[in-house]
C-alpha cells in the first residue's frame, strides 16, 4: 500500500442500519453480486439504506486485469441462465425505481455478454414497468457492434467508464484501448440519439489536469450527457498506488468545467463513483431535458 495518509474526508461510517440488513439479506438470498460488495465501493453503506444497489451480472470473475479494480482476474464463471429472472425479483423486492446493472469483462463470449445484459433489462422491465434502468457496460472490445443488442433493449442509461486519461491506459488498464471506450460512447449515442449515454473517470493515479480536460474534451465530441469524477483507492497492495488525494477544490474546478464544456450533468466529488446517487442523478438529468 502507499504511504500517502488517507485525509478525513475521505473517511466513511462502517456499514450498518435495519434497511441495509435487508438490503444485504435479499442479496445473498438471491446469490447476487454487486459491485458495492466486490469494488469495496465507501459509499455502500449510505446506498443500501436508500435501497440503491449496481447489480453484477456475468459471474464474479474478470476476464481482464486491471489495476484499480478489485473483481477477481481469472477463469469466468459458467452463465447463470436464471440471472435475469433473479435480479428483476431482487429489483422488485427492493422496491427499486432505478437500478444499475454492471458485468465484468467476458473476452470469452461471443457477444461479449451483450444478450445477457438485454435480457436482464427486459426482464427488469417486465417485472417491474415503471423502472428506469442504466447500464455500466464494458468495452466489448473487438465485438462488433453488439451494443446495439443492449440499446435495443431501451435502458435509459448507457454508462461506459473511460476510468482514466489515455497515457496510463498501457499501465492502469492494460487490456483495454482508450480510443475504443470513445468510440463504444460516441456510436451508441449515434445509433439512438434519444438514450442518456454517461461515462466516468478517477483521479489520484498520475493524470494532470490537462489530461482530465482533455478527457472531458474527448467525452464531449462523442456526445456523452454526463461525467462522474471521483478519487481512486488503492484496493490492496496489489493494485496501483495512489499518487495523490486530489483536494475537494480541485473537484469543485473540474465540476465548473465539465458543465462549461456542455456536461448536463456532472458528479465530481472525492467520493463520487459511477452509480452513486444514479437514481437522484437520473431524475435531475430527465427534468432537466424536459424544461428545455
Known amino acids: 500500500m502507499n504511504n500517502l495518509k488517507k485525509p478525513e474526508w475521505l473517511r466513511v461510517k462502517a456499514p450498518?442500519?435495519?434497511i441495509f440488513e435487508k438490503t444485504k439479506k435479499i442479496v445473498k438470498e438471491k446469490s447476487l453480486n454487486t459491485v458495492c460488495e466486490e469494488a469495496a465501493c465507501p459509499n455502500i453503506c449510505e446506498c443500501w439504506n436508500k435501497k440503491h444497489a449496481t447489480f453484477i451480472i456475468l459471474g464474479s470473475v474478470c476476464t481482464r486485469a486491471c489495476r484499480f479494480c478489485n473483481i477477481e482476474t481469472g477463469l469466468p464463471d459458467k452463465l447463470d441462465p436464471h440471472e435475469p429472472e433473479k435480479i428483476a425479483k431482487s429489483v422488485f423486492e427492493l422496491g427499486l425505481k432505478h437500478v444499475v446493472i454492471?458485468?465484468?469483462?467476458?473476452?470469452?463470449?461471443?457477444?461479449?455478454?451483450?444478450?445477457?445484459?438485454?435480457?436482464?433489462?427486459?426482464?427488469?422491465?417486465?417485472?417491474?414497468?415503471?423502472?428506469?434502468?442504466?447500464?455500466?457496460?464494458?468495452?466489448?472490445?473487438r465485438k462488433g457492434d453488439v451494443y446495439k443488442i443492449i440499446v435495443d433493449a431501451k435502458p435509459e442509461v448507457f454508462n461506459h467508464n473511460i476510468e482514466t486519461v489515455p497515457s496510463l491506459y498501457p499501465k492502469i488498464r492494460p487490456g483495454s484501448r482508450y480510443f475504443n471506450s470513445l468510440n463504444l460512447l460516441s456510436n451508441v449515442k449515434k445509433y439512438d440519439k434519444n438514450i442518456f449515454t454517461k461515462s466516468g473517470m478517477m483521479v489520484g493515479l498520475g493524470e494532470n489536469s490537462e489530461e482530465v480536460l482533455q478527457v472531458m474534451d474527448d467525452l464531449r465530441s462523442a456526445g456523452v450527457n454526463f461525467l462522474t469524477i471521483g478519487q481512486y483507492l488503492q484496493p490492496t497492495s496489489k493494485h496501483a498506488t495512489v499518487k495523490k488525494y486530489v483536494e475537494p477544490d480541485e473537484f469543485?474546478?473540474?465540476?465548473?468545467?465539465a458543465k462549461v464544456k456542455g456536461f448536463e450533468m456532472v458528479s465530481a466529488t472525492p467520493l463520487t463513483r459511477s452509480s452513486y446517487h444514479a437514481e437522484e442523478d437520473f431524475l435531475k438529468l430527465k427534468q432537466k431535458c424536459i424544461n428545455e
Not at 252 to 257: N, Q, R, S, T
Open 102 to 141: 454492471t458485468s465484468v469483462d467476458r473476452d470469452d463470449l461471443e457477444d461479449g455478454g451483450a444478450n445477457h445484459f438485454a435480457r436482464c433489462i427486459l426482464e427488469v422491465k417486465n417485472k417491474c414497468s415503471d423502472v428506469t434502468i442504466e447500464v455500466l457496460t464494458p468495452d466489448f472490445l
Open 16 to 18: 450498518t442500519g435495519e
Open 252 to 257: 469543485k474546478y473540474y465540476e465548473k468545467m
